[in-house]
T-cell receptor, first 118, second 114 residues
Framework: GAVVSQHPSRVICKSGTSVKIECRSL??????MFWYRQFPKQSLMLMAT?????????EQGVEKDKFLINHASLTLSTLTVTSAHPEDSSFYIC??????????????FGSGTRLTVV | GQQLNQSPQSMFIQEGEDVSMNCTSS?????WLWYKQDPGEGPVLLIA?????ELTSNGRLTAQFGITRKDSFLNISASIPSDVGIYFC??????????????FGKGTKLSVKP
């Protein structure tokens, strides 16, 4: 149980275009999903917390207008990188929490999306 | 953002060797989690620790939640080639609100000795 599906796994886009990344919880409902960014050989840095039915909470330094997050249902959150630039190239990972297992349960991660902006 | 101090940064293993890594923090955590990440994949949960002093095993993996709640270690016994990858510790200060968000260590990269 507790499977998170992230799509696409890889995407290459032209500078100036927008890219949408989807994160789905397949066998549980996730009231909260998280979006991370990971640079090569670096750790995961939290970008934003996505709450179903409400606005996302962004970490300091993360541009809300560039990284649009929508969590319209209990099983789907999307991250849209708008007007992408080469410096947005990175590995983006989502995670979700299965609250039905209680507040102590750990987070489940998606398999990540490698974004390359050319 | 805040990160945990994880060491070592990298290590080389020979098949059959035991491996040990740890994470420390200046803050108290209520939960410690250990993840493994393979190249191009998301992290996979290995062990979760919820109580100070707790010692938990998952096959050849053993992790402990430090008694001060500011550290945790992960041991891998009798390592095998598929153990290579990057191991991350993650801590959670509380169970709700922004304090419930995970804070990650910088990772320990396990490689096979040439």
């Amino acid at each position: 149980g507790a499977v998170v599906s992230q799509h696409p796994s890889r995407v290459i886009c032209k500078s100036g275009t927008s890219v949408k990344i989807e994160c789905r919880s397949l066998d549980f409902q996730a009231t909260t999903m998280f979006w991370y960014r990971q640079f090569p050989k670096q750790s995961l840095m939290l970008m934003a917390t996505s709450n179903e039915g409400s606005k996302a909470t962004y970490e300091q330094g993360v541009e809300k207008d560039k990284f649009l997050i929508n969590h319209a249902s209990l099983t789907l959150s999307t991250l849209t990188v708008t007007s992408a630039h080469p410096e947005d190239s990175s590995f983006y990972i989502c995670s979700a929490r299965d609250r039905s297992r209680g507040p102590l349960y750990g987070y489940t991660f998606g398999s990540g999306t490698r974004l390359t902006v050319v | 953002g805040q990160q945990l101090n994880q060491s070592p940064q990298s290590m080389f293993i020979q098949e059959g060797e035991d491996v040990s890594m740890n994470c420390t923090s200046s803050s108290i955590f209520n939960t410690w989690l250990w993840y493994k990440q393979d190249p191009g994949e998301g992290p996979v949960l290995l062990i979760a620790l919820y109580k100070a002093g707790e010692l938990t095993s998952n096959g050849r993996l053993t992790a402990q939640f430090g008694i001060t709640r500011k550290d945790s270690f992960l041991n891998i016994s009798a390592s095998i080639p598929s153990d290579v990858g990057i191991y991350f510790c993650a801590g959670q200060r509380s169970y709700g609100g922004s304090q419930g968000n995970l804070i990650f260590g910088k990772g320990t990269k396990l490689s096979v000795k040439p």
